[in-house]
DNA sequence: TATTGTTATACTCTATAACTATA
DNA sequence: TATAGTTATAGAGTATAACAATA
């Protein structure tokens, strides 16, 4: 049986403060603290999935083409990425993401999650608690990913 | 007992990418197109809050000073804030949210939630499932707010 | 002197419009 | 003609530095 429209509403209300705050205050915490959330997350999609085109890219953050052109001008600039000229079709551009982009992202993520640690390892939550929180986070993955 | 070490990281990498990706999918949802997150989260916290100062609005966000001011003339030229003297002492000026103001983020969180909400009725949660996100809902928000 | 807020200036991210090169 | 990318330009949000008014 699925759940009621007020139970959906209600977890629905809980859920968005909750991921919202959270999420806030997570991502005060960078690796560099020139690097933006822009710019993470760019290299963040280049190192899961590999090279991509600027359209590609722009689709994908949900950002204008010129956008994208001036994110990974700011990215090359900085060396975290590089173009490579498309030999199949000439008027694309491959973007790779370098070793020092690929550090720049790991050290974000770590320092990221050493945070969170930090913050839970202060409320001294016991195990099931932290099961609770585990269980909610495949849940929430699913709904953004079904 | 509290939890052990590789809990709390194990716990602190799921919750992050979990929260990191709702919160980006939720935050597409506005009011009014023009509406930018960082005036949202001015307003929500006046909402909420009550009447405060640039300075304390600036702490709060995590902005400078200057930051917040900026921020301010935008929102008061499109009448979503007013500012009054405060007559205690003069060097202060309090910020209040107006009843537009209030409209726009009822309006934002209404949307976030039904768009929320819908996407949790598509995945055919069961009551005990949406207990758990619930749940954990709680337990994120004392880790934000301790 | 310290605090509150503003102004001046600059950089990044974003957009739209117009352009070049290639398919 | 259509597509991939860039350049030009403009607006919002951010910062630092310097300032005025007040405590």
Redesign the pocket.
């Known amino acids: 049986m699925s759940a009621s429209d007020e139970s959906l509403q209600l977890t629905a209300t809980d859920l968005r403060m909750a991921a919202f705050r959270l999420a806030r205050r997570l991502r005060s915490a960078r690796a560099v603290d020139?690097?933006?959330?822009?710019?993470l997350?760019v290299l963040a999609t280049l190192r899961m999935h590999g090279r991509r085109?600027?359209?590609?890219?722009?689709e994908r953050?949900?950002?204008?083409?010129?956008?994208?052109?001036?994110?990974?001008?700011?990215?090359e600039?900085q060396g975290f990425v590089v173009?490579t000229p498309?030999a199949?079709?000439?008027?694309?551009?491959?973007?790779d993401i370098t070793d020092a982009g690929t550090e720049i992202v790991m050290q974000t993520i770590r320092r990221r999650d050493e945070l969170l640690a930090a913050m839970l390892s202060e409320l001294d939550f016991t195990e099931k608690e932290l099961a609770t929180l585990r269980e909610a986070s495949a849940l929430m993955r699913k709904v953004v990913d079904p």
């Open positions: 020139a690097m933006s959330d822009a710019q997350a085109t600027i359209t590609a890219l722009a953050e949900r950002v204008t083409a010129p956008s994208m052109t001036n994110m990974i001008n700011g990215l600039e173009r498309d199949e079709d000439r008027r694309r551009v491959q973007v």
